[in-house]
């Protein structure tokens, strides 16, 4: 899968040391002949959401953090959430891909009550401008893969990375058993 679009995730190659990005998994939420932009899914806070958005920290699945969701924007929240039924969108949803879609996070939380299986609010995002992840793709930044419905609303963010490198074919399931710091392989 060599196509961003909007639910795959890009996750960082060992060679990636901007130290924004390494060792990252971002969820790809919007690409186009503009740009992309995304949120990096396994890089938790230590904030609680119930500490900086009043009536969300019930809402979302625990960890019950803040996400670092990448170097832009990170005084601004994004709120990422799984359907439990893509047929009806509940009030503030907008559809990412399939089930996956992000919450406005002004409205009312009682709205959204009972129609998700998952949601995670993210402090910042990451973001390419036009043909600029494909770029570092090109050079072996990233890889691009499949997502799974849940790969965002994970309990253990830290086991992320490995994790999604183990289900992939070939080479790379062999790098989610390598060590993450290039210079130990």
């Known amino acids: 899968m060599d196509?961003?679009?909007?639910?795959?995730l890009v996750v960082a190659t060992p060679g990636?040391?901007?130290?924004?990005?390494?060792?990252?998994?971002?969820?790809?939420?919007d690409a186009d002949d503009d740009g992309s932009l995304g949120v990096v899914l396994?890089?938790?806070?230590?904030?609680?959401?119930?500490?900086?958005?009043?009536?969300?920290?019930?809402?979302?699945?625990?960890?019950?953090?803040l996400f670092q969701g990448g170097p832009v924007g990170t005084e601004a929240a994004l709120a990422v959430a799984l359907l439990h039924d893509p047929a009806e969108l509940?009030?503030?949803?907008?559809?990412?891909?399939?089930?996956?879609?992000?919450?406005?996070?002004?409205?009312?939380q009682e709205?959204?009550?009972?129609?998700?299986?998952g949601l995670r609010?993210?402090?910042?995002?990451?973001?390419?401008?036009?043909?600029?992840?494909?770029?570092?793709?090109?050079r072996g930044d990233w890889y691009v893969v499949p997502s799974q419905p849940y790969d965002p609303f994970r309990a253990d963010p830290d086991g992320l990375l490995r994790d999604v490198l183990r289900r992939q074919p070939g080479e790379l399931a062999w790098r989610s058993t390598r060590p993450i710091d290039p210079e130990l392989n």
């Open 3 to 8: 196509e961003v679009r909007a639910g795959a």
């Open 111 to 117: 709205l959204v009550d009972g129609w998700l299986d």
């Open 90 to 108: 509940p009030v503030g949803f907008k559809q990412v891909a399939d089930r996956l879609g992000l919450i406005d996070l002004d409205t009312p």
């Open 42 to 65: 396994n890089r938790p806070t230590e904030v609680a959401v119930g500490d900086v958005l009043d009536g969300w920290g019930s809402a979302v699945v625990g960890p019950g953090v």
């Open 121 to 138: 609010v993210f402090a910042g995002y990451a973001g390419w401008g036009a043909g600029q992840l494909q770029s570092e793709i090109a």
């Open 16 to 29: 990636l040391l901007d130290p924004n990005f390494a060792d990252t998994v971002v969820l790809i939420l």
